[in-house]
Nanobody, 123 residues
Framework: VQLQASGGGLVQPGGSLRLSCAAS????????IAWYRQAPGKEREGVSC????????YYPRTVKGRFTASADNAKSMLYLQMNSLKPEDTAVYYC?????????????????WGKGTQVTVSS
């Protein structure tokens, strides 16, 4: 499995950013493909989790309505469009894969992590 996130950077509050993840080598058709973030001193948080079995995407309350995940299967790419960004969105963002998980929220355990990309929201 290969997961490579990119697209992070510095953005002003209220701005937008789109992250990309090149994903390949999935070991199963039953999986969660997700974006997680981790800020210094804070717990890791799943910000979008796509469930392959039914196509549902879970967003936590902290980002719902502002973040949108999408995919281009032909290019094996996963995207995270982030709008109305806030300083508290500052974190390292990772794309991640978990197989055979059927919960309704983002899983606590992840099988595969990609290298992260830093997002900084600051004026």
């Amino acid at each position: 499995v290969q997961l490579q996130a990119s697209g992070g950077g510095l953005v002003q509050p209220g701005g937008s950013l789109r992250l990309s993840c090149a994903a390949s080598g999935f070991p199963s058709d039953d999986y969660i493909i997700a974006w997680y973030r981790q800020a210094p001193g804070k717990e890791r948080e799943g910000v979008s989790c796509y469930r392959s079995t039914d196509g549902r995407i879970y967003y936590p309350r902290t980002v719902k309505g502002r973040f949108t995940a999408s995919a281009d299967n032909a290019k094996s790419m996963l995207y995270l469009q982030m709008n109305s960004l806030k300083p508290e969105d500052t974190a390292v963002y990772y794309c991640a894969l978990r197989t055979k998980y059927h919960g309704s929220t983002c899983p606590l355990h992840i099988d595969y992590w990609g290298k992260g990309t830093q997002v900084t929201v600051s004026s």
